[in-house]
């Protein structure tokens, strides 16, 4: 295997921060002025704040003090906030996104504690507990943010701290800060391939997408789109090509991404007569009645489409995606076990605690068919399909001599 690589993340976990400590009814230029004063001080924090802080204007945030805060009250919302908030650690990562719309990410430098001086006098009273950061990098442009992030700030009920777990997204946060901050990253791009590319692209850049398959398609027959049909509220449909040749009708398609509910084609059956071609698109495959698409009802397969996008023919769509993902063929998992099993590395479901076998390994699918990640140790260690390098999510006492291991036998 050549080129073996390895990426430590030390540790860092990352956080959804939603800094609003108000109730639904206040102003929105006192919300504003609050995050104003955040962003200029490098904090981040949690509402909440009690009379427990008039003798305690200066204090950190401990197993102690956590108890004193919270004292017999039971209040579920401000308990988890408080328990989440006391996990974040000096180098992790915060991120926000505030009324301006902006987002901001953050390297915290000092874990929670409460400071009656950090505010304004009209704001003190705001928080309860704080982090510091570094510094905020403020993101204005939103799409230059990976869309795995952004879907974040989508969901309309967000807890006040909210830890992000799938490594992807770390990642890419960790991308977005190094990049930001250093005009460069030697953190691994995400692989985009056709079972995953949608993910990478907002609903917006994926219907684009989809427009240009149409308009390509049907190039020959002048059909061309109508702005105004994307404009309009339409259940089934997204938007609506015409063409300039006589007797032809209509185009249509309806594109959904990450659909929790299956687009039903049987929908759409009495609207064949109507349209010269309705094409649909689920990012996530999920439909109902699939066997109903035929003739001028036809699902837009992801291979085509992610084949249009790695082409570069739409570089606008290319080159935002290849900041943070890349099209290269990423590692081939069978050949790594195989390699493996080579070596003397054993299948387990288990990794005991003792042993002095280092030299075992776990793996798995995201769904029927090739290996989509391979585990050591505690499975802090792993290498995906979907990055090139080795991944140190996090230290166990055996993670250095595993990885040592690796470089001996796979290079």
């Known amino acids: 295997m050549k080129n073996i690589k390895f990426y430590d993340m030390n540790g860092a976990n990352c956080w959804i921060i939603n ?8 102003p929105d230029e006192r919300i504003r002025k609050l995050q ?31 108890k004193e805060y919270k004292g017999t009250d039971d209040i579920s919302a401000r308990d988890s906030a408080v328990d989440s908030i006391s996990q974040i650690q000096c180098g992790d990562f915060a991120i926000m996104r505030l009324r301006d719309g902006h987002v901001y990410l953050g390297k915290v430098t000092e874990p929670a504690f409460h400071d009656n001086e950090i505010l304004s006098e009209e704001n003190s009273n705001r928080l309860s507990w704080v982090c510091r ?66 993910r990478a692209l907002s609903y917006t850049d994926l219907e684009d997408l989809v427009c240009a398959y149409i308009c390509n398609k049907h190039r020959g027959d002048e059909y061309m ?26 185009i249509t ?33 999920n439909f109902n009645n699939k066997e109903l698409a035929n003739g001028n009802i036809e699902i837009i397969k992801p291979e085509d489409l992610f084949d249009m996008l790695k082409s570069g023919n739409l570089g606008f ?24 099993f080579e070596k003397g590395w ?8 003792g042993s002095d076998n280092l030299k075992k390994y776990k793996t798995g699918k995201y769904k029927a068919g090739e290996i989509s990640w391979i585990s050591f ?35």
């Open 377 to 411: 140790g505690y499975d802090g260690l792993y290498i995906t399909d979907e990055f090139d390098s080795f991944i140190i999510d996090w230290h166990d006492d055996n993670t250095e001599k595993i990885k040592e291991q690796l470089e001996n036998d796979l290079r």
């Open 36 to 66: 104003k004063e955040c962003v200029e001080n490098n904090i981040f924090g949690i509402g909440w704040w009690t009379d427990y802080f008039n003798t305690h204007a200066k204090v950190k945030l401990n197993g102690d003090t956590k």
């Open 133 to 198: 950061v570094e510094k905020w990098i403020e993101f204005s442009d939103e799409t230059a943010i990976p869309s795995e992030i952004m879907g974040r700030f989508s969901q309309r009920q967000q807890a006040t701290v909210t830890r992000i777990c799938p490594y992807k997204q770390k990642l890419l946060i960790l991308a977005m800060y190094e990049t930001a901050s250093n005009g460069r990253t030697d953190i691994p791009k995400l692989i985009l391939n056709e079972d995953n590319f949608a």
């Open 225 to 250: 789109l109508l702005p105004s049909s994307g404009k309009m509220s339409r259940q089934k449909y997204e938007f609506t090509f015409v063409s300039n040749k006589p007797g032809k009708k209509p």
């Open 317 to 340: 769509m290319y080159e935002k995606l290849s900041v943070y993902h890349t099209f290269d063929k990423g590692q081939n998992l069978d050949e790594i076990q195989k390699l493996l």
């Open 253 to 285: 398609c309806q594109v959904k991404n990450q659909n929790s509910e299956p687009i039903n084609v049987a929908n759409y059956e009495n609207d064949r007569g109507v349209y010269e071609k309705i094409y649909l698109f689920s990012g996530n495959n």
């Open 346 to 353: 054993q299948f387990s479901k288990k990794f005991g605690k």
């Open 19 to 26: 800094l609003k400590p108000f109730g639904n009814d206040e």
